[in-house]
Nanobody, 114 residues
Framework: VQLQASGGGLVQAGGSLRLSCAASRRLFGIYPMGWYRQAPGKQRELVASITPGGRTNYADSVKGRFTISRDTAKNTVYLQMNSLKPEDTDVYYC?????????WGQGTLVTVSS
């Protein structure tokens, strides 16, 4: 399974970014997918996830600001990040959970300046 993440960058506090994760057609829409983030020296943490049925889940710290969605025609999951804060600065990773086996995309750096 190949996950191609993109969309990170530098943005000022209060700004927006959209991350994209393109997945192999073979597994897209069958298993849950999500976005995680990790700061140096810290554990990777869940930011948002979406099930094949479309149910979403968010970390408390991003509720109301981030939205996860998917485009089945493009085999792509998105993370729309609004009202970004400096504490959102992290490397973000796309994830596909195949019944407990995790696939990861390459990280994409999000930097929010104050």
């Amino acid at each position: 399974v190949q996950l191609q993440a993109s969309g990170g960058g530098l943005v000022q506090a209060g700004g927006s970014l959209r991350l994209s994760c393109a997945a192999s057609r073979r597994l897209f829409g069958i298993y849950p997918m999500g976005w995680y983030r990790q700061a140096p020296g810290k554990q990777r943490e869940l930011v948002a996830s979406i099930t094949p049925g479309g149910r979403t889940n968010y970390a408390d710290s991003v509720k109301g600001r981030f939205t996860i969605s998917r485009d089945t025609a493009k085999n792509t999951v998105y993370l729309q990040m609004n009202s970004l804060k400096p504490e959102d600065t992290d490397v973000y990773y796309c994830n596909l959970d195949q019944l407990g086996y995790d696939y990861w995309g390459q990280g994409t750096l999000v930097t929010v300046s104050s």
